[in-house]
């Protein structure tokens, strides 16, 4: 994989965060420049309504998953609400080996399984800009019922205390600009694709 340190390489951007920060709403934004390019996971959970395999996740049985597991497929896995999670190593290196910047979106624990294996790359914390607006957020999205929202609160104050050990930590107030800082923190560029139609 390429250095992280070298801006004229494709980079590995990490983004991580707290259910309800944004993540997936930043990685999205990022994703509208076709230099960047999203990293597939793979799960055991069956599809939801209008999910296909091979283009929203790699849909995997868990023997599948777990003999991938021991043949070192997966930059990282966890189990996630007792579903294997992971991110196929074929996946990452097919979007950096195109030239483009690859966006992988991970559990704080998925980040800290890239570090044990000295994955190179730029790891962002995303947060919402209060913990009052995490819970707007939480509670606007409809998902979850309040005791739901509660865990993930709690789950929230637990993994704000590794943000410091991120490269970045971004407080996701407006999604045009936290982009905007994290490109400028990670010395990359970026332009929307429909910004220049």
């Not at 209060?130 to 999205?141: G, I, T, W």
Request: hydrophobic share 40%; net charge negative; proline share 4%.
């Amino acid at each position: 994989m390429n250095a992280a340190g070298d801006a004229a390489e494709p980079r590995l951007l990490v983004i991580s965060g707290t259910s309800g920060s944004g993540k997936t709403t930043v990685a999205g934004a990022l994703l509208r420049d076709p230099r960047y390019g999203r990293a597939r996971t793979a799960t055991t959970r069956p599809a939801r309504a209008g999910e296909v395999d091979g283009i929203d996740y790699d849909f995997l049985t868990e023997d599948a998953f777990r003999a991938g597991i021991e043949r070192g497929d997966f930059v990282e896995h966890a189990v996630v609400y007792g579903r294997l999670y992971g991110t196929p190593r074929a996946n990452l290196e097919a979007i950096l080996d195109s030239g483009r910047n690859c966006v992988l979106v991970v559990d704080v624990q998925g980040v800290r399984n890239l570090r044990r294996q000295a994955i190179e790359a730029f790891t962002v914390f995303v947060e919402a800009p209060s913990p009052e607006e995490l819970r707007r957020r939480l509670e606007s999205r409809g998902k979850d019922d309040p005791d739901t929202i509660e865990r993930r609160l709690e789950a929230a104050a637990k993994e704000r205390e590794e943000a410091e050990s991120f490269d970045l930590v971004l407080v996701n107030d407006v999604v045009e600009s936290a982009v905007q800082r994290l490109v400028a923190h990670a010395g990359l560029d970026w332009t929307p694709h429909d910004a220049e139609e």
